[in-house]
């Protein structure tokens, strides 16, 4: 079946460490997505027509173009036209994050407009000032709408690591490629054994992540 | 009896529109005032300046002594002492039905949560529904909801309960376990201002019944004489509107 390659050498570790490095990746830019992207949606709250204009083109931007593209211009492009030296590892990290904002300012823009004015008006007329109302009523609301959604986008951006590998990142994919290059003479088969380990391996990142979000959401329906 | 809320001549227009023009209204401390009128003619706007929650052009709104400005430092702490409930549920849907009633005493007024927590389960007694105390509002009927909603303004100890349609968006049969609650409010001696389009409760529960249309107050007096014989056309017209003859 293939999987025997996997007890050679310290394969193991290896596609272990590939999957930190995705990990790495996507946790570093979650962060940075859920800061920024707080900021962003509360700004286009607002209604400044310049802000919601530029907001609008960047949302348009990320969604339409592939992750792929994005990695590509900002690795390569970056080093000639900018005369940058990114990391692959950077670039990345930038890449991912320059999508996380846009997701994130979206699902708060979104949570924000989806409570009620009548939410502030009962707030304030039970003597609540604006930055009470904020703190004990809609903060507490927008965070139990918006953590189900935010943890769905982590495991989203670690299934889309896989991408990083074409910009040379050491990823679990890739070393799983590398098990299977290195041992194709000795085990024709490994293509099916190492992909499978590195599906499982998704798999295990993934979905406890997955099933949190999905318990959350249930505890807070309310 | 004392004065408790004086409104003078206030003005109320969205951009160009006039809503109500130098309209006045005292309040006694203790006296059930009901507000009837065609839709639109600016009774839930009126309520809602009383509030604070709209800003009037022209004109002053003095409660106890002190002046209800949106703009003012201390609006918040004036707004304490008024309790409004909406026609659509407020309740706040992340928390459970006691700490929808104790959050606003324990983190304005400082409660003992212990305490706030007593008084609300009273209070629960009261209108029916102590075993719903941890419930969220989702698993409550509307009628259930507006009791709480009373309730949650009660908790704040007001001066004053404003009540703007709350039965409007309620099935027939809950607005009956509404009104009983406010019914026995009104019997306790409760200032409220209510405006309503239920017109046997404006009679059993009014003091005083007003009149408005076109921004402007038309009739007022006292539940009879309002009821049995209106002295503008204009009021025995939409009073009229209410009943229903069988033609044979």
Redesign the interface.
């Known amino acids: 079946m293939g999987f025997e390659v996997l007890l050679k050498g310290n394969n193991v570790a290896r596609l272990l460490g590939g999957l930190l490095a995705a990990l790495r990746i996507s946790l570093v830019s979650v962060v940075i997505s859920i800061i920024l992207g707080v900021l962003l949606g509360v700004l286009v709250t607002l209604r400044r027509p310049v802000i919601t204009a530029i907001y609008r083109i960047y949302l348009e931007t990320v969604r339409i173009m592939p992750q792929l593209v994005l990695l590509f211009i900002v690795f390569f492009g970056s080093t000639k036209a900018l005369g940058l030296n990114l990391s692959a590892e950077s670039a990345s990290i930038i890449v991912f994050s320059f999508w996380g904002t846009a997701e994130m300012a979206d699902l708060v823009r979104g949570s924000l407009a989806a409570i ?1 004015v ?2 502030y ?9 604006q930055v ?1 109302t904020y703190r ?2 809609i903060v ?2 927008i965070v ?1 709408r918006m953590i189900p959604l935010s943890i769905n986008l982590i495991t989203r951006m670690i299934k889309t690591t896989s991408l990083v590998m074409m910009i040379g990142i050491v990823e679990v994919l890739k070393v799983g490629q590398q098990i299977i290059e290195a041992n194709r003479k000795s085990s024709p088969n490994a293509a099916f054994g190492v992909f499978a380990t590195v599906f499982i391996l998704y798999f295990l990142a993934c979905f406890p992540i997955s099933r949190f979000a999905g318990y959350l959401e249930k505890k ?1 329906e ?1 | 009896m004392e004065t408790i809320l004086e409104v003078k001549n206030i003005s109320k227009s969205f951009d160009d529109i006039m809503v109500f023009e130098n309209l006045s209204l005292t309040v006694k401390k203790g006296e059930v005032v009901v507000i009837v009128g065609p839709s639109g003619c600016g009774k839930s706007t009126f309520l809602r300046c009383i509030n604070a929650l709209e800003r009037i052009q022209e004109g002053e709104i003095v409660l106890d002594g002190e002046s209800i400005d949106p703009a003012a430092k201390n609006l918040s702490r004036i707004r304490e002492k008024i309790g409004m409930v909406f026609q659509s549920y407020d309740l706040f849907p992340h928390l459970t039905i006691l700490q929808n009633l104790t959050l606003a005493p324990v983190k304005i007024r400082r409660t003992n949560r212990r305490d706030a927590e007593k008084e609300a389960l009273e209070f629960l007694d009261r209108v029916g529904l102590s075993n719903k105390k941890d419930s969220y509002p989702r698993q409550l009927s509307g009628g259930q909801k507006q009791r709480v909603a009373i309730v949650r303004a009660l908790m704040m100890h007001p001066e004053i309960l404003l009540l703007d349609e709350i039965t409007a968006a309620l099935d027939p049969e809950m607005v009956r376990e509404v009104l009983d609650v406010v019914l026995d409010l009104a019997r306790e001696g409760r200032t409220m201002i209510v405006v309503t389009h239920e017109m046997q409760f404006a009679r059993a529960v009014a003091d005083r019944m007003i009149f408005m249309d076109g921004g402007r107050i038309v009739e007022e007096g006292n539940a009879v004489e309002f009821f049995d014989a209106p002295k503008t056309d204009r009021l025995r017209k939409f009073l009229h509107s209410f009943d229903y003859e069988r033609r044979e």
């Open positions: 009620p009548i939410q008006e009962s707030a304030a007329s039970l003597g609540f000032d009470q004990y009523i507490p609301q139990r807070w309310n």
